[in-house]
Structures are given as C-alpha cells and as structure tokens.
C-alpha cells in the first residue's frame, strides 16, 4: 500500500482510492491514491511509460474509449463517484477538461479550436452566436 | 561473434562509391518504368478517344434533304394566331401540310420525290413553323431528314442507282449532312435518321438521382455506425464480411435480386428509373461503405480523444470532426461507385430497362432506358446507319459521366477548402 497525503475533504476536489487500471492482461497503475487540492496546480512526474497519462485519463474516464482498458477503484470529484453507472460520460468531460501530450489543433481556425470546449456544450442558440462571431473575425 | 576484419580507408571508400551508384541506377530504372506505365495508360486513353470522336462525330449528324416549300401559294389556309390554338403540329397536319410536302417533293425530285426522305419528315418542317409562324406567307427551303437509303448512299453504301442519284444530288447541293440538334432532344426510334439520345440521358439522370438518394446516406450512416459506435465482436465482423463480399457480387445477380424483390413488390413500375435506381442502390451501396469506412478510420484518433475530452458528444465528435475530414474520402468512393453504376447494363436488363421506349420518360415511375442499355440496343441493329449513332452516344455517355465526376471533384474541393 502507497502511502499519501490525505486532504481534509473539503479540499479535496478528486479523491483517488486504489486506482488499478489494466490494458488487457498487462496491469498499467497498481492501486493508485491520491487527493488533489482545489485552487491548486498538481504535477505528476515520472518516468516515460509510468503512467501519467493513464492515471489523468481515468479522471474524465477517457479509457472508456479504449477498447480493453479496465479501472478498478474509486475516484470522487466533488464526493461524487465518476465510475458510478448512470454517470453522464459527457457531462464529465466537460468538467474535467484534457489536453493531450501529442497537441491536438482541430483543422479550424484559431478561434473555432479556442471556443471549441465552450462550443460542444453549449446549447444550439449558444453554439450559433459563438460561430457567428467567429465568421464575423 | 567475430568482428569483420576493419577495411582500408581507400577500399572503403571504393565500395561506398560502388553502392551509391548502384542506388542511383535503380532509382532511374524504377522511375523510367513508372514513366512507361503512365506513358501507356496515356497512349491507350487517347487511341479510345481519337477513335471514340472520330467515328461519333458522324452520329451528331445527319443527312438532310432540301425541300423547297411555297407556304403562300394558298394550300394552307392559317394565320398565326390558329397556330397558337391547339399543338401547331396538329393542326398543321388537318391543315394539308404532308399533302403539300409530298407535292413539292415531286415538283423538285419527280414522282419518287417523297420516297427521298423518312416517313413524316413533314413534322421537321412543322416545328419549324411553329417556332416562327411569319414563315407561313413565305417561300421557305426547309431541310428535311433523307430517307435511310438516301443517308446510306450518301455514306456510299447502296446499290448502283441509290449512289449515283445520291451523287447527283450532293453535287447539286440538295442533299448534306448538317449537324442534328434534334438527336439530343429526341427519345428512341426504329429509323437511325430519327433516333435521339435524350430520352436514354433523361432515364440514366433519373436512375442516378435515385441511386445517390438511396445508396449515399445509406452507405454513410453505415460506415459511421461501423467505424464509431459499433462494438468489435462476431456479429460485426459477420456484417463487415457481408458487405465485403457484396462489392464483390457480379452485377447480373443484383438485376435478379431487384427483379425478385422490387418488381415483386411494385409489378407495375417494370422499366421505372425508381426501381432500375434501386437496383443499382444496392450495388453501390457497399462500394461507399467500404470507402467510407476506410476514409473515416484514416481520421487520426487524437483527433476523437481531443474533442472528447473536452466534452464534445459522440455524435458532435462524428460531424463536426470526423465527417468532414473524411468527406473527401468518401466522395472518392461515392464517384467510383456511381461511375459503376452509370456505365451498368445487365441488372438494368433484368429489370425491363431495355424495352423499346420511344418517348422520353416523364417521371420516375415511367418506363425508360438507360445510356448504356441504348448504346447495347444500338450496336445490335442491322441498320448501318446505327454504328454512327452508337458511337454519338458513347460520346454522350462518356461526357455525362465526366460531368458527374467534375461535380463530384468540385464538391470535394470545396469542402476541403473550409478548413
């Protein structure tokens, strides 16, 4: 068992509780626990191929879309459990935002990429006067 | 593990230098025979089109009659405004205007004047009227479709006696071929002088509309469910087999498959552009499923996570990312499927789409031929006078389907400029 340092809950904005994510057979994070604070920068350092990557991917459950990839444990954003069914995968994504390692510019303009995030969720009306202003640009 | 014994610098040298000249040869032997590969498939397309136009330029033809005609001598009693009364044609017809073409081919040629030119060629001089009744008090030399001897003789096919009055009259100037803008107008015939290639374009424009209405959505919405959202298990792979060897089906069985099941349904649309757009619906469909799909697998998938990731839907991630950067893709295969398509004559032959169909079709549900039903119908008449209007409608064919390409290729562009 890893040993970490425990936020008091009201700081903890995600709580990580034996976080174990396998690629089929091969286990990539061994039960993984963590807080992350509120209104603070995190870093994860490690080596190449550690699981980095892997651990931020469970945190908007982006291993969702890969095919063989399995989570055990539990990670709470804001108390609530982000694996839990009924949870809206999409919702999620738009609260816990990713930017890839390997950067990701859209074949768009500047502008479009920028309110891409705002975009996606806002609702049509929304949608329809940030595209207007960015054909205005 | 015995290291090579180290070489002198100079022999090094000469073997590196050796190598690289080795490369550089092969390098222009590969690209001298990629060059001939290209200068072939060049040589080749330009002998089918040299030999294509030269024979069909003749098709766009046809050969003429002059017939001196005095409207005013008081044979037919109109004046305009009856014309506008009823279809002129007819009602230059209850007027006295064959008697009176007839009469004025035996005043000009002698009594077997009339003989020289098709059965009704009188219409030819009625719709010029109709287009401009002020020559109903004239004196008027109309021109009118020879007869299919006189056209025969004129190409110098004949007997003995066709040719030299054929020969007389081209000499006199009474008898030449003129261009013959009717032939696009026209639909089907059993004479060569009177056929027309529009009622076969009108009936592959109608098949095509129905095909891409059908087969494109179809084959998209396929390849997208197949490619984003399907899961990999047996029953997918059984689908993706399914639609593989679909492509892979000679087109006749489509043609028995549409005659089975479409005409089984719909018995009195035999011949209809809808079911002949159908049937080929289902040819062409796994045609852009198969290129749509490899068209949306090329999409990088960092392109999905990114836009997942910051909360975009599924579907927002299929049309406003995935769609549009695979869209010139799966154009590609959509222009190959319907060029396919296009060019298809077995499964429109089991369908009744190569009936005799004189008039052009007025809708979707009326019988119709198709381009390259009437080009086999054509190449198989006895008639001489065919081989040129077969190849005249090889050129139409082959200039509609450049067209639909260039549209397609227009389209393509356009999208990839909005990025």
């Known amino acids: 068992m890893t040993t970490y340092h425990e936020l008091d809950p009201v700081e903890a904005k995600i709580s990580a509780r034996d976080v174990s994510v396998f690629y089929g057979e091969k286990q990539a994070l061994d039960a993984v626990s963590i807080d992350i604070a509120t209104e603070y920068v995190t870093a994860f350092i490690g080596p190449s191929g550690c699981g980095k990557s892997t651990f931020l991917r469970t945190l908007n459950r982006m291993n969702d879309t890969i095919a063989n990839a399995r989570v055990e444990g539990e990670i709470k954003l804001d108390g609530e459990d982000i694996y839990r069914s009924g949870m809206d995968v999409v919702q999620l994504r738009a609260r816990v935002g990713m930017v890839f390692q390997k950067p990701n510019p859209f074949p768009k303009s500047i502008y479009e990429n920028v309110a891409y995030g705002r975009a996606s969720t806002a609702s049509p009306a929304a949608r329809a006067s940030l595209t207007a202003s960015s054909n205005a640009r | ?419």
């Open chain 2, 1 to 419: 593990m015995t290291e090579p014994a180290p070489l002198a610098p100079a022999e090094k040298q000469a073997r590196l230098a050796a190598r690289l000249r080795q490369r550089h040869r092969s390098d222009q032997l590969f690209r001298l025979a990629g060059m001939a590969a290209v200068a072939f498939a060049g040589l080749v397309l330009a002998f089918l089109l040299f030999t294509m136009t030269a024979n069909g330029v003749g098709g766009f033809q046809r050969a003429e009659l002059k017939v001196p005609v005095n409207l005013a001598n008081g044979v037919i009693q109109l004046d305009p405004s009856q014309l506008a009364a009823g279809d002129p044609v007819t009602v230059l017809e209850s007027a006295g205007l064959p008697a009176l073409v007839d009469s004025e081919l035996e005043r000009a040629y002698g009594k077997d004047g009339p003989r020289l030119v098709v059965d009704g060629a009188w219409r030819e001089a009625a719709k010029r009227i109709a287009r401009d009744p002020s020559l109903l008090t004239q004196q008027v030399d109309f021109w009118l479709p020879a007869s299919n001897d006189m056209a025969g003789a004129l190409r110098g096919e004949g007997t003995p006696a066709e040719l030299a009055q054929s020969q007389a009259l081209a000499q006199s100037g009474a008898l030449t071929r003129h261009f013959d803008a009717g032939f696009l107008s026209r639909g089907d015939a059993t004479s060569p002088q009177d056929v027309g290639i529009w009622g076969a374009l009108k009936g592959s424009i109608l098949t095509m509309l129905v095909t891409l209405a059908l087969a494109f959505p179809i084959g998209v919405l396929s390849a997208v469910y197949l490619e984003e959202y399907a899961p990999r298990n047996r029953w997918t792979d059984l689908i993706e087999v399914s639609i593989n060897n679909l492509a892979a089906v000679p087109s006749i069985i489509f043609g028995l498959l549409g005659l089975a099941v479409f005409l089984g349904l719909l018995p009195n649309w035999r011949s209809a552009p809808l079911i002949g757009g159908m049937t080929l619906a289902l040819m062409t469909m796994p045609v852009i499923v198969i290129s749509g799909r490899n068209a949306i697998k090329a999409v990088p998938p960092s392109i999905r996570d990114a836009a997942l990731g910051i909360g975009a839907s599924r579907v927002q991630v299929v049309f406003h990312h995935v769609l549009p950067l695979a869209l010139p893709g799966i154009l590609t295969g959509t222009i190959i499927g319907m060029a396919r398509a296009l060019g298809e004559t077995a499964p429109l032959l089991m369908i009744g789409m190569r009936a005799f169909v004189a008039a052009p079709p007025d809708g979707l549900t009326s019988p119709s031929s198709v381009l390259p039903v009437q080009i086999f119908l054509w190449s198989d008449e006895i008639d001489r006078g065919f081989v040129e209007r077969t190849s005249a409608a090889i050129i139409v064919l082959l200039l509609f389907l450049l067209a639909m390409n260039s549209l397609a290729i227009y389209l393509r562009n356009r999208f990839e400029k909005r990025w």
